[in-house]
Structures are given as C-alpha cells and as structure tokens.
C-alpha cells in the first residue's frame, strides 16, 4: 500500500543552524504534500504545504521543495529557534480521485534546538 | 471560536468494554478523519468521512467503527476494545480534504487494561 517514509527520525541543531528533514513516497499519484508540527503535549498543527505543480513554497523561515520524479519532498527550516523544538511530520495524499480522502503520514522527526 | 473538541480527554477502561470518543466541529468541515498516535509510528489515519453519509477506511481501521449522521459529528466507536488499541487518538477535520488545512483536535488519551 502507500507508504511514507520520513528521515532523520531525531534532529539536533544549535540554534541558528538551518534543519533539513526529508521524506519519500511510493504513491506516484500523490500530488498534495503537507507538513505539520506538534509541540510537546499538543495537537498537530500545519506549517506549509506543497502541491505537484510547484517545487518549492516558502514561508518566512520554512520551505519545502518537491521532487516528483524522485518522489521525495524536504522540509527546511533557516535560522532555528528554540522554539522550533517539536515533533514534524511530512504527509502525502492524492486529490481528485477515488482514494482523495487518505492522508498518509510519516513517523514524525523529534527536532531539538539547542540553545 | 472555531474549534474541533474530543471527548473524553482521557480514559482508562478493561478489555472488552464497549467506548465511543466524540468529536464536534463548528467550521462546516466537510472533511472529517480519526488518526491514532503511537511512538515511532507517528500518525496513522483509521476512518475518514468526505461528508455526511460518506465514511471510508483508512490505514488501520480494524476495530473500530465510526458513523457520520450530521457534519459537525464523527464519533469513534471501538466495540470490543483490547490493550492493542492503546493510543493517543486524534481527531480532525478540513473544509475539504487535499486543498484545505486539517485542523485536528486537542487528543484523547485511551488506555486499555
């Protein structure tokens, strides 16, 4: 079935380093992409998100850039904060057909900004 | 304000014992989905609902049931719970699935004796 595969699973950086996190998907149809962050002891919440017919987005500190035909899609984030520490997760699912609904996730990268 | 809220917040409950965990919007969502949380395994979607009437399953969705009778609702039904369904479940919800940000609720924390 489709599966997401998220890498590192534990991330630390001194704060101001930039912070790479990296996913893969085997769904080819998979065309929306996005990316949450969980604080400690809190729900999910989205950071950015990408669709197939870009790729890059930015956000101020966030990007994320997409490589359909490797199927991989990278979160990066600038100049890291202590606040940054959380839990990331990549997503992928497809648009406009009969599976539109599933959301598959990726394990979760712990990002630990030190100080 | 616009919010998904869970109910209950935690419980703890014995093998076999029939649950229902609530879950409410006040957005319109037409989207509505139930993930379960487990470590290193991260989130795993178990139903989803399109719209009222419409559920479907996602990854895991062996033992556990859901109905979606009115919108703002999507309870998640476990009928016969066993300790392998221990979990932090979340629920959440999207105007519309894919094009719309998910907006999940605050969580409930299930232990199964």
């Known amino acids: 079935g489709e599966n997401v595969e998220q890498h590192p699973s534990t991330l630390s950086v001194q704060e101001g380093d930039s912070a790479v996190i990296k996913c893969t998907y085997s769904d080819s149809a998979s065309n929306y992409f996005p990316w949450y962050k969980q604080e400690l002891g809190k729900r999910p919440q989205l950071i950015i998100d990408i669709r197939s017919n870009v790729g890059e987005k930015k956000d101020q500190r966030i990007a994320v850039t997409l490589n359909k035909t490797a199927k991989h899609f990278s979160l990066h984030i600038t100049e890291t904060q202590p606040e940054d520490s959380a839990v990331y997760f990549c997503a992928a699912s497809r648009e406009g057909s009969s599976n539109t609904g599933k959301l598959i996730f990726g394990q979760g990268t712990t990002l630990q900004v030190k100080p | 304000e616009a919010q998904v809220t869970q109910n209950p917040r935690y419980l703890i409950t014995v093998t076999g014992k029939k649950l229902t965990v609530t879950c409410s919007q006040n957005?319109?969502?037409?989207?509505m989905s139930w993930y379960r949380q487990d470590p290193g395994l991260g989130l795993r979607q178990i139903y989803y609902?399109?719209?009222?009437?419409?559920?479907d399953k996602g990854d895991v969705p062996e033992g556990y049931k859901v109905s979606r009778k009115e919108k703002r609702n999507f309870p998640l039904i476990l009928e016969s719970p066993s300790p392998n369904q221990t979990s932090l479940y979340f629920c959440?919800?999207?105007?519309?699935?894919?094009?719309?940000?998910?907006?999940f609720g605050p969580g409930t924390r299930l232990t199964v004796l």
């Open positions: 959440a919800s999207s105007l519309v699935q894919g094009r719309d940000t998910q907006y």
């Open positions: 957005m319109n969502h037409e989207y």
């Open positions: 609902s399109m719209n009222v009437e419409v559920t």
